[in-house]
């Protein structure tokens, strides 16, 4: 699709529809083989002929439990391994990073960082729910050559550190959160202050709400 000009985030005008909307996810639905883009519209509350419009494709927690799903483990990659799940598996929200087109700012390795990342774990993850430990040491080895963070390829990382190699120093991603202060950042950190421990969600609305 990008070589067609049209990525995550593109405006496009649908013609059959007679209406304009923005580009929010590229992927696969069951029994259907053919890419589906997935389209906000400007002027739709997402809701039409008694149907919702855009929504990306749900999986079942039994399409990515077992043996031979999620992305397999190899020496302490457990925290990139789960990092990238996380993000990737049923969510949307970071694909644009995989679609962005390389810029004179970027380093010299973007694009096969990207298409490591793209093509080798996210493609792969979400069509075979499955992910080899020798499609992770390609990126953990791109990550490595960057000379940011020693020990990329076996020592084990805080999750926000690959976070922040990731898109902050590989893709040279624009920071995902953006507070009233005027801080950005690609990681929003939770400090609980209380004695009881409320959910997780809780834990989030609070956080987010107090900034």
Same mark, same amino acid.
């Given at each position: 699709?990008?070589?067609?000009?049209?990525?995550?985030?593109?405006?496009?005008?649908?013609?059959?529809?007679?209406?304009?909307?923005?580009?929010?996810?590229?992927?696969?639905?069951?029994?259907?083989?053919?890419?589906?883009?997935?389209?906000?519209?400007? +002027?739709?509350?997402?809701?039409?002929?008694?149907?919702?419009?855009?929504?990306?494709?749900?999986?079942?927690?039994?399409?990515?439990?077992?043996?031979?799903?999620?992305?397999?483990?190899?020496?302490?990659?457990?925290?990139?391994?789960?990092?990238?799940?996380?993000?990737?598996?049923?969510?949307?929200?970071?694909?644009?990073?995989?679609?962005?087109?390389?810029?004179?700012?970027?380093?010299?390795?973007?694009?096969?960082?990207?298409?490591?990342?793209?093509?080798?774990?996210?493609?792969?993850?979400?069509?075979?729910?499955?992910?080899?430990?020798?499609?992770?040491?390609?990126?953990?080895?791109?990550?490595?050559?960057?000379?940011?963070?020693?020990?990329?390829?076996?020592?084990?990382? +805080?999750?926000?550190?690959?976070?922040?190699?990731?898109?902050?120093?590989?893709?040279?991603?624009?920071?995902?959160?953006?507070?009233?202060?005027?801080?950005?950042?690609?990681?929003?950190?939770?400090?609980?202050?209380?004695?009881?421990?409320?959910?997780?969600?809780?834990?989030?609305?609070?956080?987010?709400?107090?900034?």
């Amino acid at each position: 699709m990008e070589s067609k000009g049209i990525r995550i985030d593109s405006h496009v005008n649908l013609t059959f529809l007679d209406k304009v909307g923005m580009v929010m996810w590229f992927g696969f639905i069951p029994n259907q083989t053919d890419l589906v883009v997935g389209v906000a519209l400007d +002027d739709n509350e997402g809701v039409e002929r008694g149907g919702h419009g855009f929504v990306p494709s749900s999986q079942t927690l039994d399409n990515l439990v077992g043996r031979n799903r999620g992305v397999q483990g190899h020496h302490n990659s457990c925290y990139l391994d789960s990092t990238l799940f996380a993000m990737f598996a049923t969510v949307d929200a970071f694909d644009g990073v995989l679609e962005r087109p390389g810029q004179a700012k970027d380093i010299d390795n973007y694009e096969e960082i990207k298409n490591t990342l793209r093509e080798g774990i996210v493609n792969c993850l979400r069509r075979n729910k499955f992910v080899s430990a020798g499609q992770v040491l390609k990126l953990r080895k791109c990550l490595n050559d960057l000379d940011i963070i020693p020990g990329m390829m076996g020592e084990e990382k +805080d999750p926000e550190e690959f976070i922040n190699l990731l898109l902050d120093h590989a893709l040279r991603h624009e920071p995902f959160i953006k507070l009233s202060t005027g801080q950005s950042s690609h990681v929003l950190q939770l400090f609980l202050d209380r004695a009881d421990l409320p959910f997780e969600q809780q834990k989030q609305q609070q956080q987010v709400c107090d900034l």
